[in-house]
Every structure is written in C-alpha cells, then in structure tokens.
C-alpha cells in the first residue's frame, strides 16, 4: 500500500481542492499548502498579473519549483493548481512523493463553482463553458493517470469527501 503521509489533491479549477484540503489537513493533523495561494504570497502577485506579465510558461515553471519543494515536505495536505498535470516533472513529484487524490466533478458542477470568481485567467473567455470542457477533455486523463483514489465529487457534502480520503489514510 503506498504512503499516504502526504496527500496531493488534483483535479479542475473550482473542484473543491482549496475548500476540502483546509479541512482535510484540520481533521487530519497535517499541514495545509496550496501551490496558486503561496506563488501569489511569495511573488506578491495574483496569478492573473503573473500569466499577464510571464505569460503560462513563466508561472508553470513557478509551480514546478513550489511544487517539487512542498512535495519534498513530509506530512502535508497540498492543494495543486488545475494545470499542474501539465508537467511530466510535476506528475512525477506527485505520485513518488505521496498519496494523489482526483476530485472529479462535471461541467456544470464547476460552472457553478468559477461563474463569479475572477481569479482565474484560463476562464476569461467569452465562453467559460467551453473553455472548461477543453480542460477537461485534455487534463482528465493526467489527472485519471496518476490518482491514487478518484473522487466523483458530485452530490457528495465536503464531509463526505474527507471521509472517503481518511478511510485510505493509515
């Protein structure tokens, strides 16, 4: 059985990873990161101003920094970005380094979700249904590829979640 010492929450923008991993790291005594929350405090920037300015690749190659550093943490809830699957390296980390979780949801689930956040600039678009779908249909399989547990977050409460992923956790 593989460690679950660490575990990496993957998954879509706006599928519940920031939410439940504040309460999964309480109920689970274990330090809570989230990667887009602490390249914004450590560059004193949004992620909006970081693609605006870097462009994708620039704030990618951020993430794969944090991310190889907060995966080398032992005992930790990590909150990954929705891209970070993008990168081979980042998808190593994750697998070798702790227990990865997918917290699948629909298109309509996340539409609800994102509709008023302006946070995110994948989602600036004059069609945010559309570009979610694309997403979706690029990422899902990475996302798929390397879950250790996949979570259909759909009609499930924050409660429930947790508990599925607490009853791996040994």
Sequence with gaps: MKSTSNIFLVGPMGAGKSTIGK???????RKFCDSDHEIENRTGATINLIFEIEGEAGFRKRE???????TSISNIVL???GGAVLSSENRAYLTERG????????IDQLL????????????QSGDPEAVLKKLLDERGPLYEGIADMVINTAGL?????????MSVDK
């Design 23 to 29: 309460k999964l790291a309480k109920r689970s005594s």
């Design 64 to 70: 794969t920094q944090l991310l190889d550093e907060f």
């Design 79 to 81: 909150a990954t970005g």
């Design 99 to 106: 227990f990865v979780v997918y917290l699948k949801s629909d």
């Design 112 to 123: 609800r979700r994102t509709s008023r956040d302006s946070k995110r600039p994948l989602l």
């Design 157 to 165: 409460s924050i409660d429930d979640i947790i508990t599925q992923i």
